[in-house]
């Protein structure tokens, strides 16, 4: 069981990341098509793809939400220790993609 949650925490992070990246690279190709830079719109791609990327990476806001009621009303703590992980998770592999993201267009790294 547990082994099974390591794997699911590796995949949040990657799933995140390669949400924010590829959306970003992705996304910057219609500015591109259309006439627009994409190298200034990658950056504001990524900010807007980042709440999306941890919906994604948790597999959707029901299951988050089952999770939590599991653990708030049936008693079951580790689930909702768990949950919070795997979006802790999800949030670092925005965070990185962001990073890369900033890297790639050379902005000021924070």
């Known amino acids: 069981?547990?082994?099974?949650?390591?794997?699911?925490?590796?995949?949040?992070?990657?799933?995140?990341?390669?949400?924010?990246?590829?959306?970003?690279?992705?996304?910057?190709?219609?500015?591109?098509?259309?006439?627009?830079?994409?190298?200034?719109?990658?950056?504001r791609i990524a900010d807007r793809l980042r709440i999306w990327a941890i919906v994604a990476a948790i597999g959707g806001t029901f299951d988050a939400i089952a999770n939590f009621e599991k653990g708030l009303f049936e008693g079951s703590t580790i689930d909702l220790f768990k949950q919070a992980l795997l979006i802790l998770s999800a949030m670092g592999g925005v965070k990185v993609g962001i990073i890369i993201i900033d890297w790639f267009l050379q902005k000021e790294l924070s």
């Not at 990657?14 to 200034?40: C, E, R």
């Open 1 to 43: 069981m547990e082994e099974r949650f390591f794997a699911v925490f590796i995949h949040c992070f990657f799933i995140a990341l390669g949400v924010i990246i590829g959306g970003s690279f992705i996304g910057s190709m219609g500015d591109f098509a259309t006439g627009d830079a994409p190298l200034t719109s990658m950056g």
